[in-house]
């Protein structure tokens, strides 16, 4: 009898634990109402669609993966999570409007490495890659589209990286001194005057000749210097990409 009862607590101890009902992880994890539920994150997630994981605040939510998996096993849901996605992203959807996402499944992304205030400028270390379940449509593909830019607003660490989050750089304010040349033809004329208002690289601004006080309209090119006549025509056409980061 004794051998008996060991051998059958072996077989226990051996046997897995029973497995909870599996679930697929949604691509278009989206809320309706500020509160995120497994049913939200998940096809078939049955009795436990209710259970409150998060709450989003804004737009969007940065959910940890492991913290979503606990919770699905907490409320009886096996997520097996085969694909090694690390974060999940959660949009506004239902009655609010979605914001627009690309159903690509697992996929790599830019997130940021740090928490960014308003006006800082994106450094190459403030960027890492991540895996979530949807991208939004306008998460850049190379992280030079973010790189100098200006951020427009508070940033959270983890939260995924948007076209719409940033701005071209300032490198003029108002009130600089600033260098303007005129080039055309092998004749070149510098003037100094003082900017009228704030620019970013391939901007069109106002500045003052600090001698004769003329308003003239010059376009800026870098810090403290602008250019006017046909190479200012050029850049405005053809509106230069080039950014400058922070020193």
Known sequence: MKSLLLAACALLIAAPALAGQP??????????????????????????????VATRMGPSTVLDAGMVQSAARRAGLDWSNSQGIRRIVVRQGGDGGSAPTIMRGNVEVLAYARSLAAGEIVQPQDLIWTKVAAAPSDSPDDADALIGMSV???????????LRDVSAAQVIKSGDLVSVT??????????Q??????????????IQNTLSKKIIEAVATGPGSAVVGPQAQRLRANRSPVRYAAR
């Open 152 to 162: 427009r607003r508070p940033l959270r660490q983890g939260a995924v990286a948007t």
């Open 23 to 52: 679930v697929t992880l949604r691509f278009d994890t989206t809320d309706a109402d500020g509160r995120v539920t497994l049913g939200d994150l998940f096809d078939g997630a049955g009795a436990g669609s209710n259970v409150l």
């Open 182 to 191: 005129y080039e055309d033809g092998g004749i070149s004329l510098t003037l």
């Open 193 to 206: 005057g003082k900017a009228m208002a704030a620019a970013a690289v391939g901007d069109a601004l106002a």
